[in-house]
């Protein structure tokens, strides 16, 4: 068991452009969440895949975002004509499909918009 | 809508100091209440899940309870390794995500 991992770790854009970033999951676990975490706050909910279908989209999640887990591994999640209110920590987490429900973070990637 | 509010914002302990935190919800159907700890540029590490008024949980110098409005985080005797951000989540019985806390910011002074 190696944990969440998330990559990559730093990204540092400018507005207008493009980013993608990745996350694989612990390796039996079949779902999976997006969280953005800014300074001084909670993390907030994104979105959430249980195996390949995403579930759920939180109204955070606007058009200029776009997730995606295909076979229900590793997952990206891009973020279109970056805005600098985006700049933020992005969190993925995983946890199994059993009777336990605590969700298992990876280390996050600390996105900043120039 | 779910709701957190923890408490309070930041915490200075003396080592040794022992402290409480507190978490407040409002929940249709509270599924899970869970802690983490938050290193600064970390993810939250896992602590505790809490899944009905009246459980306990201990983890070394740290034990959570719950009731059916709040939940505690003790500190007993806290070393300056326990200086973190605690995040306090809970999960609604039919919902998927996790609704976070602002956190509580606890420093630890040799």
């Known amino acids: 068991d190696t944990g969440v991992s998330q990559n990559p770790r730093h990204k540092i854009t400018k507005r207008g452009q493009n980013v993608t970033f990745r996350c694989d999951p612990i390796?039996?676990?079949?779902?999976l969440y997006w969280y953005r975490q800014t300074l001084g706050q909670g993390p907030e909910f994104l979105t959430y895949f249980q195996n390949e279908a995403q579930l759920e989209k939180s109204r955070l999640l606007s058009d200029r975002f776009s997730a995606e887990r295909p076979k229900g591994s590793f997952s990206t999640l891009e973020i279109q004509r970056t805005e600098q209110g985006d700049s933020a920590m992005y969190l993925c987490a995983s946890r199994d499909g059993q009777g336990q429900y605590e969700q298992y973070f990876g280390p996050g990637t600390r996105l900043t918009v120039t | 809508e779910d709701q957190v509010t923890q408490s309070p914002e930041a915490l200075r302990l003396q080592e040794g100091e022992s402290s409480s935190l507190n978490c407040s919800y409002t929940?249709?159907?509270?599924?899970?209440l869970f802690w983490y700890r938050q290193d600064p540029g970390k993810g939250p590490e896992f602590l505790f899940t809490?899944?009905?008024a009246g459980e306990e949980k201990e983890k070394e110098r740290l034990k959570a309870t719950l009731t059916k409005k709040e939940s505690f985080l003790h500190i007993t005797a806290p070393k300056p390794e326990d200086s973190a951000t605690y995040l306090c989540?809970?999960?609604?019985?039919?919902?998927?995500?996790?609704?976070f806390g602002a956190g509580t910011t606890v420093t630890v002074r040799a």
């Open positions: 390796s039996e676990h079949n779902r």
């Open positions: 989540a809970v999960q609604a019985g039919n919902d998927y995500k996790l609704s």
């Open positions: 929940v249709s159907g509270l599924r899970g």
């Open positions: 809490l899944y009905s």
